[in-house]
């Protein structure tokens, strides 16, 4: 099994599960945090990196996590009104101390062109939140794609319903242009969609053995993901009936990146819709015996959702 240590970027909007995600990604032995950047989503991108570095401090890291901010808009569109999934301020309400470090001057996409050439062929990229920063990174130098080790992808959906429209997953609607235009790149992508993602919940009971098994050193930090998922799990009782559950999109995804056995995939090619009226943002996969439209991608279509959660919540 493959559990060396990765360098990856992770590309946050940070809310709730973001800022669960990335606490996991700094708890874990398996990665090396080379930077976070952050893009609208959740929340507007001042917001998203004002949450990334009070979790940041939250965690405590042993090494410096530089962050830097990235697009607050669409690379076409404009802007949609931010949904109050996770609470006025991303993270479900609950207020945590200012960080006392600073955001790079440097923007995203020029730090994640910036360390492709430090870390030519060993960085992967995770994508939490729209893909914009990474879509601006290759619009300036598309020669990006032949240094990017691997792009882990939360978004998008093939078998499951969409959860924005019918068919279209936040991440990819929020933004298709960037989507398509990263998924079109030539970079190896493992996509991380509402297929595995919606399989995979946390639960109150979760919680509860985390609180009585979690490290003292952990402690702070498990009372924060208890905290905000608390308002996490309101809204998935009323939208999807839930009980006491929310599911993982960001951390399973950061999971992927440290355990791809954990997930089983398949190779499809994919396209992002652009233009469509119902189908806006929908990851089409051309399923034929033939497939002829789309870039071809790794597809998580199935998961051990109860050792992915274990897993998850082992670290703390």
């Known amino acids: 099994m493959d559990l060396e240590t990765k360098k990856v970027i992770i590309d946050v909007d940070t809310g709730i599960d973001d800022a669960v995600a990335i606490l996991y990604a700094l708890k874990s032995p398996s990665l090396r945090i080379e930077g976070i950047t952050t893009v609208f989503g959740n929340v507007g991108v001042e917001q998203a990196t004002e949450n990334t570095l009070r979790v940041i401090q939250l965690a405590k890291p042993t090494y410096e996590v530089p962050v830097a901010l990235g697009a607050d808009k669409p690379l076409k569109r404009e802007l949609n ?48 939140g729209r893909l914009t920063n990474l879509a601006h990174a290759l619009l300036k130098d598309p020669s990006l794609a032949n240094r990017i080790k691997h792009v882990y992808v939360m978004g998008g959906a093939v078998q499951s319903a969409g959860n924005v429209t019918p068919v279209a997953e936040a991440n990819i609607w929020g933004d298709p242009e960037a989507a398509d235009l990263v998924f079109s790149s ?40 208890e905290n905000a998922l608390t308002f996490y799990f309101d809204f998935y009782r009323a939208s999807n009936y839930l009980r006491d559950a929310a599911p993982m999109h960001d951390p399973l995804t950061v999971l992927m990146a440290i355990d791809p056995y954990i997930m ?33 991608i790794q597809v998580c279509v199935d998961v051990d959702a109860d050792l992915a959660v274990q897993k998850m919540l082992a670290v703390f």
Not at 102 to 120: G, N, Q
Not at 195 to 202: E, P, R
Request: glycine share 8%; charged share 25%.
């Open 81 to 128: 009104a931010f949904s109050n999934v996770h609470g006025h301020n991303g993270i479900g309400n609950v207020e945590l101390p200012v960080s006392t470090q600073e955001p790079l001057k440097e923007k995203a996409a020029d730090f994640i062109l910036r360390k492709s050439h430090e870390l030519s062929g060993e960085l992967s990229i995770i994508t939490l």
């Open 186 to 225: 030539g970079m190896a992508i493992t996509m991380v969609g509402l297929d595995v993602t919606m399989k995979t919940n946390i639960t109150k009971e979760h919680l509860e053995d985390l609180k009585q098994h979690c490290q003292k050193e952990n402690q702070e930090m498990v009372a924060f993901i």
């Open 264 to 296: 089983k995939t398949q190779q499809m090619k994919i396209k992002v819709e652009c233009e469509g009226e119902l189908c806006l943002g929908m990851t089409v996969a051309d399923r034929r015996p033939n497939p002829a439209i789309g870039t071809p």
